[in-house]
């Protein structure tokens, strides 16, 4: 047998293949009929947020006209922060203006919202939180694109 017709395996080879995990889900609260964004207590538990003492700075992408995502971000100061306040099982933070003015329609729709991690400054970490409502996506209706299927009868 000829030296080039050879292939020769490597010790990765014979290692096999596992599927990795599934992350899990991302923590997640809801905007109320009030215009309250209300915290589930296990998703502070996830992040790590201590609701008794708890401030943020709430805050929102420059030159947007509707809210998309608000930003919590930690903080001592007690000037421009709000607290979180108990309300029902979770806790709130009362948003109602700053919502309305943001094109949210809190009362005719159930947002709900997903919560990332983020490097705010100086080793800050911050909140990203993506407003999206519980309704799915409606169906596409627009006119049809491309090629007619073979099997269409044409008129």
Known sequence: ?????????????????????????????????????VLPPKTLEELGIEPETAQFKIGAQQGKRSLKYLYLIPSTDENGTFPLTRSGRGYSIPLELILRKGGVDFENTKFIFEITLFNYDDGVVGFELALGTEEPKPAYTGKPRGRKPKNAVVA
């Open 1 to 37: 047998m000829k030296a080039r017709a050879i292939k020769f395996f490597s010790p990765e080879d014979n290692v096999s293949v596992t599927k990795k995990p599934q992350e899990k889900p991302k923590p997640t609260g809801y905007i109320s009929s009030s215009g309250k964004l």
